[in-house]
């Protein structure tokens, strides 16, 4: 089992920037990949971005390309996602999951709330 708490969220400005944080316990990543996905009011989950926690590889939405970094920090079994140039449209609450197995989100945090006003 993987715990998963993310932290990190809160109301900024459009241009503005924000670091979340997502912090594992209970095993570690593992070979497999951590992920941020997003869920804007009233609508579904979406990808965001994710790293796969031996090799480093990143994927990104398109819409966050440019903008947005994925890391990672081992020793501290915590990703990060560092959000510039913030727009309104990324308003959402921000959660964190984890593959149990290759290409499977099994693991899931709570969320943190991402509010951009313009």
């Known amino acids: 089992q993987v715990q998963l708490v993310e932290s990190g969220g809160g109301l900024v400005q459009a241009g503005g920037s924000l670091r979340l944080s997502c912090v594992g316990s209970?095993?570690?990543?593992?070979?497999?990949?951590v992920g941020w996905f997003r869920q804007p009011p009233g609508t579904g989950r979406e990808f965001v971005a994710s790293?796969?926690?031996?090799?480093?590889?990143?994927r990104y939405a398109d819409s966050v390309k440019g903008r947005f970094t994925i890391s990672r920090d081992n020793p501290k079994n915590t990703v990060y996602l560092q959000m510039n140039s913030l727009k309104p449209e990324d308003t959402a609450n921000y959660l964190c999951?984890?593959?149990?197995?290759?290409?499977?989100?099994?693991?899931w945090g709570q969320g943190t709330q991402v509010t951009v006003s313009s």
């Open positions: 999951s984890a593959e149990g197995m290759p290409g499977r989100y099994e693991y």
């Open positions: 790293i796969n926690w031996s090799s480093g590889r990143t």
């Open positions: 209970g095993r570690t990543f593992s070979n497999y990949a």
